[in-house]
C-alpha cells in the first residue's frame, strides 16, 4: 500500500501533492486506531514478512511495514557459511513466491558464485531478485559486462583534472528488500529514473551524531546518524518502505565517507567524481526524494527554535541541489500547530529553475541559495554552485584546494552563456573593477537588485568563451574572448560633470574612423564609472544593451588567423533602459586579459597595434625583427571557436 510516485510500466506518474495528501491521510488515520496492517502493508508476490523497529517512534511510518519482498535483518544477517546452494534456492523460492529447480540452466552456477562471494544472504539475496526471472546463463557474464562497463563510464568521465560528463549514474545504491548496498551495474534500473528513490536529509552537529558499522553497506565505512533514542537506519528503511520505494540513493550509505584509515585514498578518489555529481542523482523531474528536515529519520519539528539552527535541511549549502518539486516528507508525525502551517507556507522545498522563459535568471537563484546557507568547508559552497548553473563539465572535488582556485575553475567550465551572465552582473555591481569576471569574494557579494534583464538574454553576443580550452584543467586564471559589439574608432572619452542630481552625467566621445575622419558623439544621459586617461586610446564594447564596458586596448592576438583586438577593462557605462543612444556600431572578436595578467606577461617587445585602420604609433621596417621575436616567445595560443580541439601558435603582443 505504499505511495508509489511512479511504476515499472512508464504509465503517467501520480502528482506528489497527491502522495503528500495521502501520507497525511494514514497518519490520521493511525491516531483514529485503525489496524496498522491496513495502514502500512504493501502488496506483491512472495511470502510477507512484519518488520517492526524497536524501540517505538513517535513517527507513524516507522512503526512497522507488513508485505512480501523485504526480508528481516535476523534473515539478511544469515552467514553465506551457513546456507548450501539447496538451502539458498528454497529460501529464495520461498521469499520471491517462485518454484525454480536447480536443474534450470545456469542456476546453479550462479547460486554458487554468489554464495562464493557474498558475506551474508542479505547481499545474496539482493543480487539475485531483481534478476530472478532473468536468463541464468548469461546472468553472470552479463554483470561482468555491465562491471566493465560501469568502470569504463567513470574511468572516462574523469578527463584529467576534470569531469567531461556530469551526468553520471551514482556509484551504489541501497536496496530495501535485502537491505544491503550494491553497485548501481548490479541493479536492474533500467527505468532508474523512475524507480531509484532519494533522501534528502541536513547532518545535525557533529556532537550530536553517532557512527555505527553496519552489514548494510558491508562494513565498509562507518555510517553517521543521529543519537536518539528513535533514530535508526531500521527506522528509516520501514519509513521509506511503507512509502512505496525499493530503491534508494542515501549519501551516508552510497557515497564512501571518512573514518576508515585503509581506505581513506579511495574515498578521496571515489569524491573526486561523487561529489560533484551528486546535483545529477536529484535532477530526474519524477524521481521521488523522501526529505527530512531536522535530521536523517529524525520527526519534524516546524519550531522557530529548529528552524533557526545552522544545521536545518533549510539552512544547508547541499540541500540546495536536492530540492525538488516531487518531496515526501520524512519524519512527519501528524502533529500541527501555527508553526506547521508557517512552514509549509513559507518553507517548501524549491527546486532549481531549469532552462526556459519561467525564471531566466538562475544566476541570481544560486547566489542567493548560497550566500544564506552553510557548510562544513567554503569550498562546499563553490561545488554546489556547480550543478545549480548547469555546467556541462565540472571541476574535481579537491579537498586540497582553496575556495579561490576552486571558483577560478568553475569559471572555465561555465557554458559561454553563464560566464557572460557573471560578467555581466560583477560589471553591475563592481563597475570600477579592471577584472571581467569576479573574484569568489565578489561575486558572493552581489545581491537581489544585480539582475540581468530578460531582455538582455535576446542579445546577439551574450557568450564569454574560453580562448584555449585544452587548459580548462589547470588552477589558472583563464583568458576569455566573445565576439564584441563596439563603437567605431579608437574613443577619446570627455565627462563634463553630473547633469543632475540622480547621478547622470554629460558624455563626449570622439571617434576616428577607417578614413581618418573624426566623429563626435554626445550622450547627455548616463552613468559613467572607471578612470580613463586621456592620454589612452579607448575603445567601448557592449556587453548588453544598456551595459557598455569601456576597455583600453593592449594589444592583439591572432584568433582565427585573425589579428584581433586584446583588451583590458577600465570600467563602464550605464544608460536608463529608455535612454540607450544609437550609435554606429561593428563587429570583432575580443579578448579580455586582466591587469595582472598583463604584468605578469614578460614581453620585451611591443608591436605597434593597429586600431581599426589606423597606427597607434610610428612604425618603419625594421619593427619585422621584435615582431618575429615576440610570435617566437609568445605563451599564448589561438583559439577556434569552430574547432575547439585545435590549439595552434599565436602571435599575441601587449605592453610589458
Not at 536518539?228 to 550509505?253: F, I, Q, T
Not at 570600477?432 to 569576479?438: A, E, F, K, R, V
Not at 621575436?629 to 609568445?634: E, P, T, Y
Request: net charge positive; glycine share 6%; charged share 25%.
Amino acid at each position: 500500500m505504499g505511495v508509489h510516485l511512479t511504476d515499472n510500466s512508464r504509465r503517467q506518474p501520480y502528482s506528489a501533492m497527491k502522495a503528500r495528501r495521502e501520507v497525511w491521510g494514514r497518519i490520521k488515520m493511525s491516531e483514529l486506531g485503525v489496524p496498522l496492517d491496513r495502514l502500512f502493508t504493501s502488496n506483491g508476490q512472495g511470502k510477507a514478512f512484519s518488520l517492526v523497529p524497536e524501540p517505538r517512534s513517535s513517527i507513524p511510518f516507522q512503526w512497522v511495514h507488513f508485505g512480501p519482498g523485504a526480508i528481516p535483518n535476523i534473515l539478511a544477517n544469515t552467514p553465506c557459511t551457513a546456507l548450501n546452494i539447496p538451502e539458498a534456492l528454497d529460501l529464495l523460492n520461498d521469499i520471491l513466491g517462485t518454484s525454480h529447480l536447480l536443474t534450470k540452466p545456469g542456476l546453479e552456477r550462479c547460486l554458487d558464485h554468489f554464495l562464493r562471494n557474498s558475506q551474508d544472504f542479505g547481499q545474496v539475496y539482493g543480487s539475485l531478485r531483481c534478476h530472478w526471472r532473468s536468463n541464468f546463463t548469461r546472468l553472470l557474464s552479463d554483470l561482468a559486462e555491465k562491471r566493465t562497463e560501469d568502470e569504463a563510464t567513470r574511468r572516462n568521465a574523469l578527463d584529467g583534472d576534470h569531469i567531461s560528463n556530469s551526468q553520471v549514474p551514482p556509484r551504489r545504491v541501497w536496496d530495501l528488500y535485502s537491505n544491503r548496498v550494491f553497485p548501481y551495474y548490479a541493479i536492474d534500473l533500467d527505468e532508474a529514473s523512475h524507480t531509484l528513490w532519494t533522501i534528502s536529509h541536513s547532518w545535525v552537529r557533529e556532537s550530536a551524531r553517532t557512527d555505527v558499522w553496519t552489514p548494510i553497506n558491508g562494513y565498509e565505512w562507518p555510517v553517521s546518524i543521529p543519537k536518539h533514542k528513535d533514530a535508526s537506519l531500521n527506522h528509516v528503511r520501514v519509513e521509506l518502505l511503507n512509502l512505496g520505494a525499493e530503491y534508494v540513493w542515501l549519501d551516508v550509505l552510497c557515497l564512501r565517507q571518512r573514518g576508515c584509515p585503509e581506505n581513506e585514498e579511495l574515498r578521496k578518489e571515489e569524491w573526486k567524481l561523487d561529489v560533484p555529481t551528486i546535483g545529477y542523482v536529484y535532477s530526474f523531474q519524477y524521481r521521488p526524494c523522501v526529505t527530512y528536515f531536522n535530521g536523517l529519520g529524525l520527526p519534524f519539528d516546524p519550531s522557530p527554535r529548529a528552524l533557526a539552527s545552522t544545521r536545518h535541511w533549510c539552512k544547508r549549502v547541499w540541500t540546495v541541489q536536492e530540492a525538488t518539486d516531487n518531496w515526501l516528507p520524512g519524519g512527519a508525525t501528524g502533529a500541527t500547530s501555527e508553526d506547521t502551517r508557517r512552514f509549509f507556507r513559507e518553507h517548501l522545498p524549491r527546486s532549481i529553475p531549469r532552462k526556459g522563459l519561467l525564471f531566466l535568471d538562475h544566476m541570481a537563484f544560486a547566489v542567493q541559495a548560497m550566500r544564506g546557507r552553510h557548510s562544513t568547508t567554503e569550498l562546499d559552497r563553490v561545488h554546489g554552485l556547480a550543478y545549480i548553473l548547469d555546467c556541462e563539465t565540472l571541476p574535481i572535488y579537491d579537498e586540497g584546494i582553496s575556495p579561490t582556485l576552486a571558483w577560478i575553475a568553475l569559471l572555465k567550465h561555465m557554458s559561454p552563456f553563464s560566464r557572460w551572465r557573471v560578467a555581466l552582473r560583477h560589471a553591475k555591481r563592481y563597475p570600477d573593477d579592471t577584472s571581467l569576471l569576479p573574484s569568489w569574494r565578489d561575486f558572493m557579494r552581489c545581491g537581489r537588485k544585480d539582475t540581468v534583464h530578460p531582455s538582455d538574454y535576446l542579445w546577439s553576443y551574450s557568450d564569454l568563451r574560453l580562448l584555449d580550452p585544452s587548459r580548462v584543467h589547470m588552477l589558472e586564471t583563464g583568458a576569455y574572448f566573445h565576439k564584441a559589439i563596439y563603437l567605431f574608432g579608437p574613443v577619446v572619452i570627455n565627462r563634463e560633470g553630473k547633469e543632475d542630481e540622480s547621478g547622470y552625467e554629460k558624455l563626449k566621445l570622439q571617434a576616428a574612423g577607417a578614413s581618418g575622419d573624426l566623429s563626435c558623439y554626445e550622450i547627455r544621459k548616463c552613468k559613467i564609472r572607471g578612470t580613463f586617461s586621456r592620454d589612452v586610446k579607448h575603445v567601448i564594447l557592449k556587453l548588453a544593451s544598456d551595459v557598455w564596458v569601456v576597455a583600453e586596448v593592449n594589444g592583439e592576438q591572432q584568433v582565427e588567423g585573425k589579428l584581433e583586438l586584446e583588451v583590458i577593462k577600465r570600467g563602464c557605462i550605464f544608460f536608463p533602459s529608455d535612454k540607450t543612444p544609437r550609435l554606429q556600431w561593428s563587429t570583432r572578436c575580443v579578448v579580455y586579459i586582466s591587469e595582472g595578467e598583463d604584468r605578469r606577461r614578460k614581453v620585451v617587445f611591443r608591436r605597434p597595434v593597429t586600431l581599426f585602420g589606423q597606427r597607434s604609433g610610428n612604425t618603419s621596417a625594421s619593427d619585422n625583427a621584435p615582431r618575429r621575436a615576440l610570435r617566437a616567445h609568445s605563451r599564448i595560443r589561438t583559439f577556434s571557436r569552430d574547432r575547439l580541439h585545435q590549439a595552434p601558435n599565436v602571435t599575441a603582443t601587449g605592453a610589458p
